[in-house]
């Protein structure tokens, strides 16, 4: 695991990683504050469950997928991919060590936003508050499941077509996975079209994973079965992205 | 210890190349442990050669068997700039070898807590060379293919690592490409590529001065 703790040091020795653990710890104390929510003390554990799962959110889509961008990228560039190839580890394992590194950061970043939810956010109806862990931790699953197939595909991209294109690219997929994807549903249901009624089938719902309203409006826990199908759903992704970066993964940049 | 001996065995008719050959081994090569010298002007094939014998490029036609742990160093490796040289050594070499790379370091005047971006070429050089030959599995035979490892480099740092080489002739077989500059040094064992053949020349007392009118 050479790689990976190289990688590790190198993201560590950066320092922005901090800036985004700083945001996640701290922006869900500060933003309901200084929002209407002072007003209104009602408001100020729902505000506090948007500042904390949004500033989640936006880390790991900027940061993270940017980071793991950037790792494939160098990777690629620098010699280091080929230096290790020739010492025997293959490229499925280089993406595997880079991709592990990174997601060592964002992981920790999801822990710590599910707490702040289930410790200063929590309703106090008993009856509410005993789906409060299952809710959040079915949140940080569905959400690290989201995750972790878009940094892969982020580090790849970037190792074969640039970092720029690596981040940018899952950005938008992620995006569009999350809004993009609502507004054609949203359009399909006034006027039918079957071209992007098969383009909405095979896109990725992203935003089954973003239970932040459930939170918001108390709705509690999701349904074992929903929660299973939705594991079973980004786990298929999943593979998808991992078979997709694992092809367009490369180690050098070619002669 | 009982270790397998390093060897590199180059079949004649190998030729190397990205695509269309580029060089051509007329006779078969076999290069045991010890330090083996790649010479050959400018853009005549010597990183394809090392690329080809680290398996990262595939040969244009023949064969070659590599024994031993594999490890390629390139020419432009870089590691990123935020880091430290002990800071890479830490991650990248075995815990029980850490301190005598540390001293290694220290001895070659390279500073270990300067970020790798501000070191200057040689230093850099420097912090490569020692992450890859700390790296030597001591149990096994090890193939070091350094490309233009001495570029950069000061004479003592130069010197420190020939010395190093010396002492691990037995299990270590290293090829090294370079552009020696003077004449007096010593190059026992040489691949030089002509043209577009590339042949093996050794003898005891062989230095550059004699091989360097080889080139073309």
């Known amino acids: 695991m050479r790689l990976f703790r190289l990688t590790i040091a190198t993201i560590f020795q950066r320092n922005s990683w901090a800036i985004c653990a700083f945001a996640v710890i701290a922006m869900p104390f500060v933003l309901p504050v200084i929002s209407s929510a002072t007003e209104k003390p009602l408001l100020l554990q729902p505000a506090r469950i948007l500042a904390a799962w949004n500033t989640l959110w936006i880390c ?44 060592c950061f964002i992981s920790p970043l999801t822990i710590i936003t599910a707490l702040i939810c289930q410790f200063a956010a929590a309703p106090a109806d ?33 190792s074969r077509f640039g970092g720029i294109t690596g981040f940018a690219v899952t950005l ?30 095979f896109s990725p719902q992203y935003r089954f994973a973003d239970l932040t309203q459930r939170l918001y409006f108390k709705s509690g826990a999701l349904p074992p079965a929903a929660f299973w199908m939705m594991i079973v759903y980004f786990a298929g992704i999943l593979a998808v992205y991992a078979g997709v970066s694992r092809l367009c993964f490369r180690t050098k940049l070619s002669a | 210890m009982t270790h397998q001996a390093p060897s590199i065995h180059l079949d004649s008719g190998l030729e190397i190349g990205y ?14 442990g010890g330090t083996h010298f790649l010479l050959a002007r400018n853009g005549r094939g010597k990183t394809t050669l090392l690329r080809t014998l ?30 430290t040289p002990a800071m890479i050594f830490r991650m990248l070499l075995p815990k029980a070898r850490l301190a005598d790379a540390l001293e290694l370091a ?28 700390f790296s030597v599995k001591p149990e096994t035979g090890n193939i070091l293919l350094l490309d233009e490892p001495f570029s950069g480099l000061d004479a003592f740092a130069r010197q420190t690592f020939e010395e190093i080489w010396r002492k691990s002739a037995a299990n270590v077989l ?36 004699q091989l360097k009118s080889l080139l073309n």
């Open chain 1, 172 to 201: 938008f997929l992620t995006l569009y996975g999350l809004y993009g994807v609502g507004y054609l549903d949203n359009m399909l249901r006034i006027e039918e079209n079957p071209l992007l009624q098969g383009f909405l089938l």
């Open chain 1, 126 to 158: 008993p009856a509410e508050h005993s789906m409060w862990w299952t809710l959040n931790l079915q949140y940080a699953s569905l959400f690290l499941l989201v995750i972790a197939p878009l940094l892969a595909l982020a580090t790849a991209l970037a």
């Open chain 2, 174 to 209: 290293r090829l090294v490409s370079c552009h020696p500059d003077y004449d007096s040094m010593e190059m026992p064992s040489a691949l030089m590529i002509e043209g577009k053949s590339a042949r093996h020349l050794q003898g005891n007392g062989q230095t550059w001065s």
């Open chain 2, 19 to 32: 695509g269309s050959p580029i060089a051509r081994f007329g006779e078969s090569v076999i290069l045991s």
């Open chain 2, 106 to 133: 220290a001895s070659i005047e390279l500073d270990v807590r300067k970020p790798y971006g501000r070191l200057s070429t040689g230093n850099r050089r420097k912090t490569n060379l020692i992450a890859a030959e």
């Open chain 2, 54 to 83: 680290a398996r990262t490029l595939k040969p244009v036609a023949g064969s070659f068997q590599v024994e031993g742990f594999p490890q390629y160093l390139p020419e432009d490796l870089r590691f990123d700039a935020s880091i």
């Open chain 1, 60 to 103: 790991s889509l900027s940061w993270g997928l940017f980071t793991a961008a950037r790792e494939g990228e160098v990777n690629a560039k620098s010699g280091v991919g080929e230096y290790f190839l020739t010492t025997g580890v293959s490229a499925t394992r280089q993406l595997f060590e880079i991709w592990l590194a990174v997601f």
